[in-house]
Nanobody, 120 residues
Framework: QVQLVESGGGLVQAGGSLRLSCAAS????????MAWFRQAPGKQRELVAA???????NYADSVKDRFTISRDNAKNTVYLQMNSLKPEDTAVYYC??????????????WGQGTQVTVSS
């Protein structure tokens, strides 16, 4: 079984920064796409940023030019650098990854989530 462990969430003032990390562990051949999602109270879970195995990135319009997603393949870790945080960024942030666990088998996993709270 594989797992994703998130860290870096917390409380920050508006305009501040946080860096989220998500480390993958377990038995797998490789990791394909990785992404960060978030879910605020009463709202649908939404894609924040994604990065492909080749390093191509995509961002939600609401975070573009403020957040940066990156990955360290040697550490099996994906990061989300969040700058100029706003109260509307408050949410539980989840990492997600597609694992290649066998030659012909892929599996998608979610992290447990980490709380990010931005105060005004």
């Amino acid at each position: 079984q594989v797992q994703l462990v998130e860290s870096g969430g917390g409380l920050v003032q508006a305009g501040g920064s946080l860096r989220l990390s998500c480390a993958a562990s377990g038995t797998f051949f490789s990791i394909n796409a990785m992404a960060w999602f978030r879910q605020a109270p009463g709202k649908q879970r939404e894609l924040v940023a994604a990065i492909t195995s080749g390093g191509r990135t995509n961002y939600a319009d609401s975070v573009k030019d403020r957040f940066t997603i990156s990955r360290d393949n040697a550490k099996n870790t994906v990061y989300l650098q969040m700058n100029s945080l706003k109260p509307e960024d408050t949410a539980v942030y989840y990492c997600n990854a597609d694992f290649q666990i066998r030659i012909t088998s892929r599996v998608n996993y979610w992290g447990q989530g980490t709380q990010v709270t931005v105060s005004s």
